[in-house]
């Protein structure tokens, strides 16, 4: 036997996330109850302390994002899970985050909605409020696992992207990928590769906290009692921290925090394509939806249908490029998604008309079935 | 072995049927398959009514819900009667007899053995009846081979019931040995 | 008298926003004394505030210094001490922030007791906004929001701090600053949550709309209203009528939450099973 089957065993999607947590160097969580993600909360209260980490509950939704931005900014990688309604309650502190660009990972295991609505219903509902859910303009991170495997692997990537960008990075699990277990192969250490965040080479004399130092426009970030004395704000501010209401200065970080991801676009955007070559019908599709969609291409293909399939990985920042370069070749996009329609509107807005996008667009706590793919392959070829 | 078994089990809340489903899969995967378990929950993880599915293929697997089942498990009249349709026409279904009367599938080559009343009455609990229905799903079937479903078994259950534990899966191999010489 | 602190301040971002005549300025000096006097390393200090006119104080001190969202200036303080136990945190908030929007995270920061330094500036009033009232304005007093005098009832925030379960619990104001110094002092010393209600004045929109005087007024109220728990204790319950007990008022160590997570790494660091 070698290595990676010794490693391999069946595990939970949410445990895969909060193992993969542990690999890329987190050591600070903070939570909330909540279905469907508390497994992980669960499994990194025992798992942390095993690595000298630290695990809190806290009294609510609000104040575990504020703890783990708090903890952050001590140099520790931190983390926190939520689900629907503790995800509205997030916004709050998750754009305080962004605006004073302190590095962590969020999960939502999204569950259907709005409101208490489904606790245990799976959902693909939560896409929009990724990327609009705090209030202001925001640059943001998103990105979606289909498999158990791809929670592991995507967390540690997430981190890295986190730590990277210093941006908080959202992991959009959905209840099905949460809570199915199926087989990993937990990576060696050192197989995957763990991004540190860049601090400081200056004396904390000349140390200027927002000033980036290159092209990244990434400015690299002092702990917490390392002797680097700076301010930290929710205000906008200029490149020493303290908060201005000059126009022109307000401006500019606001322009910063937006270039910043679109210069890291190629690091950022992940998607995957099968079967593209010749199809004629190109399904769009994440999370858990991609494994039923990938089902279908396989089943379309069988009967002779051109059928391929776009998976995103990244949500937010949107996968225009790739998308546009294969709506030059396709006849139709379909876009299964499990809400009443986010990611069809946008997929259409990238296309800009180039081909038709039809959504198939359900909200009902059951992952959308091959059957039904197929049958909208059908109708439009 | 067959490529691909699509295997659903239902049940009440505390048959361990989840378990079952889990210890199934982790079969699987000491065998070198791949494997995905997934599961309904009912509000009451108790007596309300429990889904429990398990994929088992030697390619990766993508849509993760079983569709029309290779495979069917019932142990209670109401999974019964909302699964016992979803089957495919070559399927196999196992009706727990203890519990499941009076049910004719119409599709599917059924077996009916007297699964919780010889967890009940021959190992001597009534909670092993998951481990007994494991020894007769495989048994039937070889999904996996009973070496890496003793192991799989022995991995999973609390300290100390291990040997309640193979009585179980022992005594349901030879239950369905019997149901098949007699049909 | 500035020379001997000056160093703990960002001198190149004075003056502060603060109205002429209010008292947050006297009340940040005794943090900045006590935090002198107990020889705190200020490269391992973390000051954190919320939102409000107090708050602003983090943006003019020379240390790590985290100006938070509304109300959840405890929720970050509390990842910044797990997170790093070696940090000296210290909490600045007012009566809003504090008591009204961050209400559940003062009572869970009490019962959990992390080695935390809470000073509450308590100016009876939303400064920032404009003189609303809080959950910390008298019966009856008046405010933007309460043109026809208030008739809600005020917190007696040390008490409900006491009632959290906050091991340090101390009042004081910001007429009386030795007091007011010595109480920060002795609550740094306690390991656990210890908790200062400083007593401001705010002439600009409370002391106005409550026709109440001016700045100086306002410190002779607070002289004149304040008794120490030491006098309150020798005097009858008739003469403590309306009187505001300052001093400490409670001191109760017990389990401190970071040294008690230490103890669960130190058993179980190491533990490969998940």
């Known amino acids: ?381 | 072995m067959r490529d691909s078994w699509e295997i659903r089990l239902g049940g009440s809340g505390g048959q361990g049927l989840i378990t079952g489903g889990i210890i199934l899969a982790e079969a699987a995967i000491l065998e070198g398959k791949q494997a995905v378990q997934s599961q309904s929950y009912g509000p009451e993880s108790r007596g309300g009514s429990s889904k429990a599915e398990v994929i088992i293929s030697k390619e990766s697997i993508d849509y993760m819900k079983v569709r029309a089942a290779d495979l069917l498990l019932v142990m209670s009249p109401e999974a019964a009667k909302k699964y016992v349709d979803d089957v495919k026409e070559e399927g196999i279904i196992i009706l727990d007899s203890t519990y499941v009367k009076d049910c004719e599938p119409k599709k599917g080559k059924v077996y009916k053995v007297d699964i919780s009343r010889i967890a009940r009455q021959d190992v001597g609990r009534e909670v092993v009846a998951n481990i007994v229905a494991l020894g007769v799903i495989v048994g039937l079937t070889g999904v996996v081979s009973r070496e890496a479903l003793e192991k799989a078994i022995l991995a999973r259950v609390p300290k100390g019931t291990e040997e309640m534990n193979k009585k179980a899966l022992a005594a349901g191999f030879q239950a369905i040995k019997s149901a098949v010489s007699a049909a | 008298m500035f020379a001997e602190i000056e160093q703990y301040f960002r001198t190149e971002r004075l003056p502060h926003i603060w109205c002429p005549g209010c008292t947050n300025g006297i009340i940040v000096k005794s943090i900045v004394e006590a935090i002198q006097k107990a020889g705190l390393d200020q490269d391992k200090t973390v000051i954190v505030s919320g939102i409000g006119c107090s708050s602003r104080a983090t943006g003019y001190l020379n240390f790590n210094t985290l100006h938070t969202t509304h109300g959840r200036a405890l929720a970050f303080a509390t990842g910044v001490k797990l997170a790093n136990p070696e940090l000296n945190v210290f909490v600045i908030t007012g009566d809003g922030d504090c008591t009204s929007i961050g209400g559940n995270h003062f009572i869970h920061s009490a019962r959990r007791n992390m080695d935390l330094n809470v000073i509450l500036f308590n100016n009876n009033i939303y400064g920032m906004t404009g003189g609303q009232y809080s959950p910390m304005s008298p019966s009856g007093a008046k405010a933007t929001t309460a043109p026809y005098g208030n008739i809600e009832r005020p917190f007696d925030i040390c008490n409900l701090a006491i009632a959290s379960g906050a091991t340090y619990v101390a009042r004081g104001n910001s007429f009386n600053t030795r007091q007011l110094t010595d109480i920060i002092y002795n609550g740094i010393a306690n390991k656990g949550f210890s908790f200062v209600e400083a007593i401001a004045s705010c002439p600009v929109y409370y002391g106005r709309k409550n026709k109440l005087g001016n700045a100086a007024d306002m410190l002779k109220w607070q002289r004149d209203n304040c008794i120490t728990k030491e006098a309150a204790d020798r005097l009858p319950p008739e003469k403590k009528q309306g009187k505001i007990v300052t001093g400490i008022l409670h001191h109760e160590p017990a389990p401190e939450y970071t040294t008690e997570y230490q103890k669960i790494i130190d058993k179980f660091q190491g533990g490969e099973e998940s």
């Open chain 1, 1 to 381: 036997m070698n290595v990676t089957s010794i490693n391999a065993r069946l595990m939970q999607g949410n445990q895969a996330c909060a193992e993969g947590a542990i690999y890329a160097g987190a050591r600070f969580y903070a939570g909330y109850p909540i279905t469907p993600s508390t497994e992980i909360a669960e499994v990194l209260a025992e798992r942390l302390p095993q690595v000298g980490g630290k695990f809190i509950q806290m009294e609510d939704e609000i104040a575990s994002m504020a703890a783990i931005v708090g903890a952050s900014l001590t140099g520790a990688k931190s983390m926190t899970a939520t689900s629907g309604p503790g995800f509205s309650l997030k916004q709050e502190n998750l754009g305080y985050a962004v605006l004073s660009e302190v590095p962590c990972v969020v999960v939502n295991v999204q569950r259907l909605g709005p409101s208490t609505g489904g606790p245990t219903a799976p959902s693909q509902g939560d896409i929009m409020q990724a990327r609009w859910g705090t209030h202001g303009d925001h640059p943001i991170i998103a990105v979606s696992p289909s498999s158990v495997q791809e929670c592991f692997e995507l967390t540690v990537k997430a981190f890295n992207l986190s730590e990277r960008f210093r941006i908080p990075v959202l992991m959009m699990l959905d209840e099905v990928i949460g809570h199915m277990r199926e087989r990993i192969v937990i990576p060696a250490p050192g197989e995957l590769d763990i991004f540190e965040r860049k601090t400081p080479e200056v004396a904390p004399s000349q140390y200027v906290p927002y000033e980036p130092q290159d092209d990244s426009l990434v400015p690299p970030m002092a702990n917490f009692g390392e002797g680097y004395r700076y301010h930290v704000t929710g205000l906008l501010h200029d490149d020493t921290g303290f908060p201005s209401n000059s126009p022109a200065v307000m401006g500019a970080h606001q322009d910063r925090l937006h270039e910043k991801i679109r210069r890291g676009l190629n690091e950022i955007i992940m998607v995957e394509e099968a079967e593209t070559e010749d199809a004629d019908v190109l399904l769009v599709a994440f999370g858990c939806m991609a494994r039923s969609a990938a089902r279908a291409v396989k089943e379309a293909r069988a009967k002779g249908q051109k059928v391929g399939m776009l998976r995103l990985i990244t949500i937010w920042p949107f996968p225009e490029e790739a998308l546009r370069q294969l709506a030059e070749k396709v006849k139709a996009i379909i876009v299964p998604e499990m809400n009443l329609g986010q990611v069809v509107d946008v997929v259409k807005s990238a296309v800009e008309g180039k081909v038709p996008v039809y959504g198939i667009c359900q909200a009902d706590g059951e992952i959308i079935p091959p059957e039904r793919i197929l049958e909208k392959i059908e109708e439009v070829l």
